[in-house]
């Protein structure tokens, strides 16, 4: 059984070393920076213009035919008012052609938090220290198998955080899907019959913003609730 305990402590050691690297690349680089999405999706960027083309394509062809409908086919009264009509596109052309300072105005609005929450102070934690300390309560506590126990709790603690990175990758890529593809959202508010979509855009947009906010938040607590856990193991 020594062995085996041996075996056991080591793997339990491995899994907290590699939470402590997570813990230090994973959580600064997910952010409202989109410098770390450009390292792995680079067509993002080159694509981007294509985009910025297409969205101004729209605009002008929701307004040729909404013109159209107007003046062409006599519904008037389903169409939208031509002078307005007009004011809107126009506008719309200027932002999806300035989507990207736009857009990076609001990232930048919404890393200021960001960046407040990760430099907060924190109890100083090490994940590794978290296997030693598991071991000393359950000694106390329990007879035989202790590193087998340890091992399960730690593969339980783990999971839950390594999930909660999982969602907070998941948030970082689906922002940098809606920064990238941000001049087709500005062309669908061009028109009546298509602002929905800018407004859902816009709602999804400072919804995934606020949600990312949300897990560096969780992330900051966890880490500080296993570092007093650590640091204060019997005093709960």
């Known amino acids: 059984m020594g062995i085996l305990d041996g075996i056991v402590e080591w793997i339990a050691e491995q899994i907290m070393h590699g939470l402590d690297l997570i813990n230090t690349s994973v959580l600064g680089a997910l952010g409202c920076d989109m410098t770390v999405f450009l390292r792995y999706f680079p067509a993002a960027a080159t694509m981007y213009d294509i985009f910025v083309a297409l969205a101004i394509g729209l605009i002008l062809l929701l307004w040729v035919w909404n013109l159209f409908r107007n003046f062409g086919l ?102 940098g899907v809606l920064v990238f593809t941000a001049p087709i959202a500005f062309a669908m508010g061009a028109s009546q019959s298509t602002s929905s979509i800018f407004k859902n855009w816009c709602r999804m947009f400072g919804g995934q913003l606020f949600l990312l906010l949300m897990n560096a938040w969780c992330l900051r607590l966890f880490i500080s609730m296993v570092g007093a856990f650590i640091a204060n193991p019997l005093s709960i």
Do not use: C, H
């Open 74 to 175: 006599g519904l008037g009264s389903e169409a939208e008012d031509p002078v307005k009509l007009s004011i809107r596109s126009i506008l719309f052309i200027a932002l999806a052609w300035y989507a990207d300072e736009i857009v990076n105005t609001a990232l930048q609005i919404g890393g200021t938090p960001y960046n407040w929450i990760l430099s907060s102070a924190l109890p100083s934690l090490d994940f590794a220290s978290f296997n030693s300390v598991m071991l000393t309560i359950i000694g106390v506590v329990a007879n035989g198998a202790v590193a087998l126990i340890v091992l399960i709790l730690t593969l339980i603690l783990a999971w839950n955080y390594l999930k909660l990175l999982l969602e907070a990758a998941e948030r970082y890529v689906l922002l």
